[in-house]
C-alpha cells in the first residue's frame, strides 16, 4: 500500500512540524471562515452539483463543517444533517450561524471524522468532506466507512498548486518552503489502491484574503505566520506588494484548481463482496 503509507508519512510530518495545535489552528480560523466564505465563490460554483443528489427527504452526513459553508445552504434542501465537527471553536460558529438563520434539522457530532462515525447511523444519500480530509491519518479507514454509510460521497480538496505570492511569504517570514499536507494527487492514488475509481471534475475557484483594513490585513498575517512585532513592518511592507484596495476593502486576490472527487458505491467501488 504505498499510496497510503506516503499518505500517512504526509500527515505524520506536517503535524510534526507545525507550530500550533488543532485547537489552536481552530480557534484562530472559526470567525474568519465566514468572510472566506463571503469572499468567494466555492460554495456558489459546487453547491449546484451537491443539490442534484439529495432532496427533501435526504439525509446528509458532513465531515467538518466548519461555520457552515454547506451546511447553511443545504439544509433546507434535505431533511437532515449530521455534522461531525471536533473543534469546539468552529461548533460555536456554526451553531451561532445555524440559530441565526432558523435552522433546526442539523445535529452537530463533536468528534474528530476518524473516531466518529462509530456513532453515526446510515444510510445517508450523500456524504460531504468539503476540504477536511487533509489531517486524516487513517484515510482508507474512514473512506471504507463513508462507503458504507452513504451512498455519494462528495470530496473537496485541493491540487496542491501553490501560489508564487504565498511561498515567497513563507520562505521570506519562515526561512523555508512550506511543509503541505497530502492533497489530490495522494488522495486519488490511495482511493486506486483501495479498488476505488472516482469520479473527478476540476474546477476553478477565487482564493481572496479580504480584510477591511490594512491592519487587518497585517494582523491575520502576522498569526499566520506566528511572527513577533520586530517583524512587522516588514511584513506589511511586503503585503502591500501583492495586495491591492477594492471597493473599500484591502486585499491579496489569486484563483486556485479545487478538484471535486465523486465517488457512487454503485459505480465506483470494485471491492470484492458485499458492503
Same mark, same amino acid.
Given at each position: 500500500?504505498?499510496?497510503?503509507?506516503?499518505?500517512?508519512?504526509?500527515?505524520?510530518?506536517?503535524?510534526?512540524?507545525?507550530?500550533?495545535?488543532?485547537?489552536?489552528?481552530?480557534?484562530?480560523?472559526?470567525?474568519?471562515?465566514?468572510?472566506?466564505?463571503?469572499?468567494?465563490?466555492?460554495?456558489?460554483?459546487?453547491?449546484?452539483?451537491?443539490?442534484?443528489?439529495?432532496?427533501?427527504?435526504?439525509?446528509? @452526513?458532513?465531515?467538518?463543517?466548519? #461555520?457552515?459553508?454547506?451546511?447553511? !445552504?443545504?439544509?433546507?434542501?434535505? $431533511? /437532515?444533517? +449530521?455534522? =461531525?465537527?471536533?473543534?469546539?471553536?468552529?461548533?460555536?460558529?456554526?451553531?451561532?450561524?445555524?440559530?441565526?438563520?432558523?435552522?433546526?434539522?442539523?445535529?452537530?457530532?463533536?468528534?474528530?471524522?476518524?473516531?466518529?462515525?462509530?456513532?453515526?447511523?446510515?444510510?445517508?444519500? @450523500?456524504?460531504?468532506?468539503?476540504? #477536511?480530509?487533509?489531517?486524516?491519518? !487513517?484515510?482508507?479507514?474512514?473512506? $471504507? /466507512?463513508? +462507503?458504507? =454509510?452513504?451512498?455519494?460521497?462528495?470530496?473537496?480538496?485541493?491540487?496542491?498548486?501553490?501560489?508564487?505570492?504565498?511561498?515567497?511569504?513563507?520562505?521570506?517570514?519562515?526561512?523555508?518552503?512550506?511543509?503541505?499536507?497530502?492533497?489530490?494527487?495522494?488522495?486519488?492514488?490511495? @482511493?486506486?489502491?483501495?479498488?476505488?475509481?472516482?469520479?473527478?471534475?476540476?474546477?476553478?475557484?477565487?482564493?481572496?484574503?479580504?480584510?477591511?483594513?490594512?491592519?487587518?490585513?497585517?494582523?491575520?498575517?502576522?498569526?499566520?505566520?506566528?511572527?513577533?512585532?520586530?517583524?512587522?513592518?516588514?511584513?506589511?511592507?511586503?503585503?502591500?506588494?501583492?495586495?491591492?484596495?477594492?471597493?473599500?476593502?484591502?486585499?491579496?486576490?489569486?484563483?486556485?484548481?479545487?478538484?471535486?472527487?465523486?465517488?457512487?458505491?454503485?459505480?465506483?467501488?470494485?471491492?470484492?463482496?458485499?458492503?
Amino acid at each position: 500500500m504505498r499510496a497510503l503509507r506516503e499518505w500517512q508519512e504526509r500527515v505524520t510530518t506536517c503535524r510534526r512540524k507545525r507550530e500550533e495545535s488543532d485547537d489552536e489552528a481552530w480557534q484562530r480560523l472559526a470567525c474568519w471562515y465566514n468572510a472566506w466564505v463571503q469572499n468567494n465563490d466555492y460554495v456558489d460554483l459546487i453547491l449546484p452539483r451537491l443539490l442534484q443528489y439529495v432532496g427533501s427527504r435526504a439525509r446528509v @452526513l458532513e465531515i467538518g463543517p466548519g #461555520s457552515g459553508a454547506f451546511t447553511l !445552504p443545504l439544509a433546507p434542501a434535505v $431533511r /437532515e444533517i +449530521v455534522a =461531525l465537527e471536533p473543534s469546539p471553536a468552529m461548533r460555536d460558529v456554526l451553531a451561532h450561524n445555524l440559530a441565526e438563520a432558523g435552522i433546526t434539522n442539523v445535529r452537530i457530532i463533536p468528534r474528530r471524522v476518524e473516531e466518529g462515525l462509530d456513532e453515526v447511523e446510515g444510510p445517508f444519500d @450523500l456524504a460531504l468532506a468539503s476540504h #477536511s480530509l487533509y489531517n486524516v491519518e !487513517p484515510i482508507d479507514a474512514v473512506i $471504507r /466507512e463513508l +462507503v458504507r =454509510l452513504a451512498r455519494h460521497i462528495a470530496i473537496l480538496m485541493g491540487t496542491g498548486e501553490q501560489w508564487e505570492w504565498y511561498r515567497t511569504l513563507h520562505c521570506r517570514f519562515k526561512g523555508k518552503d512550506r511543509t503541505r499536507y497530502p492533497h489530490f494527487r495522494h488522495f486519488y492514488a490511495v @482511493l486506486l489502491e483501495m479498488g476505488i475509481c472516482a469520479d473527478v471534475e476540476t474546477i476553478w475557484t477565487s482564493a481572496n484574503y479580504v480584510f477591511e483594513s490594512e491592519q487587518a490585513l497585517v494582523e491575520w498575517w502576522m498569526r499566520h505566520f506566528n511572527l513577533d512585532e520586530e517583524h512587522r513592518e516588514e511584513l506589511r511592507s511586503a503585503l502591500l506588494q501583492v495586495a491591492e484596495w477594492r471597493d473599500s476593502h484591502i486585499g491579496i486576490y489569486d484563483r486556485r484548481r479545487t478538484a471535486l472527487v465523486w465517488i457512487d458505491r454503485e459505480r465506483n467501488v470494485f471491492w470484492e463482496g458485499k458492503i
